[in-house]
């Protein structure tokens, strides 16, 4: 994949909470950040937060670049489903994007790629722009580089979605072993499966279809890995837990993403 189609593609910055943070703490990152953030078209950024605090998060994040999104959904647009979240509420709110599949949804609420399936046709039924985890073991695809083999998740994640459905998708690569870690895949290992997740973009879709997809790398991420993780050429941004935690170092990455190239920088100019 080449240099020239990364630069068509706006890098992401996409912020994990998880069920960290109160309201008071939400407010107070908010203020921090609301004015610091460029605009969507130099770097889109996002920040995923518990359903109690999306629709505060639209009201204060309004008239600025940043996109609220929703950390799980369910496959209704209503229903007896007693604790889930309608894609169609969400979507009513001012929510943009929705995570889907994360390796902990799969791990503790024992989520399927039947059931990713089907939240990511829900969102996008929606009007909801969905990010897919994928954490797949992509070292057992390494001696098949040449084939352009389907990545599993990716493929199954994706079933029955069209070619103007997935232009709203993004996918983002999560090794299990790297989460909460403290230890991020190197920028090689990074590279090798966003790569391979292209390929298989391409064999689902089109190689151009492919260039277009934005695919982010999630995991461990800081200020000081993530220089190198977001120069590859296949990767588009991250999507980061713990150091987004942190304004400051939530926008010390959104400027990285702006240009990786960049050794060092004003945060105050940002």
């Given amino acids: ?25 939400v407010m107070d990152f908010l203020s921090q950040v609301n004015d610091k953030v460029p605009d969507q078209k130099v ?21 600025t670049p ?16 007693t604790g889930e979240t309608s ?21 503790f609420f024992n989520e399927t790629d039947s059931t990713v399936n089907l939240k990511v046709t829900a969102a996008l039924r929606n009007g909801l722009r969905p990010i897919i985890d994928v954490d797949e073991d992509m070292s057992t695809y390494a001696q098949f580089m040449d084939a ?4 599993a998740q990716v493929a199954a994640a994706l079933a029955g979605v069209s070619v ?6 993004t996918i983002a690569y999560e090794p299990t072993w790297a989460i909460g870690s403290g230890e991020a895949a190197s920028a090689d290992q990074a590279q090798k499966a966003a790569h391979l997740i292209r390929q298989t973009l391409a064999k689902l879709y089109s190689p151009v279809i492919a260039e277009q997809v934005r695919v982010l790398y999630g995991g461990s991420v800081t200020p000081d890995n993530a220089r190198e993780i977001m120069s590859q050429n296949d990767i588009d941004g991250v999507l980061v837990g ?8 939530f926008l010390q990455l959104i ?14 100019h940002i």
């Fill in 242 to 249: 713990t150091a987004a935690l942190d304004p400051k170092k």
């Fill in 255 to 268: 400027e990285i993403a702006r240009d990786p190239t960049v050794p060092e920088f004003d945060i105050d």
């Fill in 43 to 63: 770097v889109e950024t996002g920040i995923a937060a518990q359903d109690l605090f999306l629709a505060d998060m639209v009201r204060t994040t309004a008239g």
């Fill in 87 to 107: 894609p169609k509420a969400l979507k009513d709110i001012g929510a943009t994007y929705v995570l889907i599949g994360h390796f902990e949804r799969r791990k």
């Fill in 148 to 151: 352009e083999p389907s990545v």
């Fill in 1 to 25: 994949m080449s240099k020239m189609h990364k630069e068509q593609r706006v890098p992401f910055v996409v912020a994990n909470w998880k069920i960290n943070k109160l309201q008071a703490d």
């Fill in 66 to 81: 940043i996109h609220v999104v929703a950390e799980n959904v369910h496959w209704e647009d209503g229903g007896a489903y």
């Fill in 164 to 169: 103007d459905q997935i232009r709203n998708v």
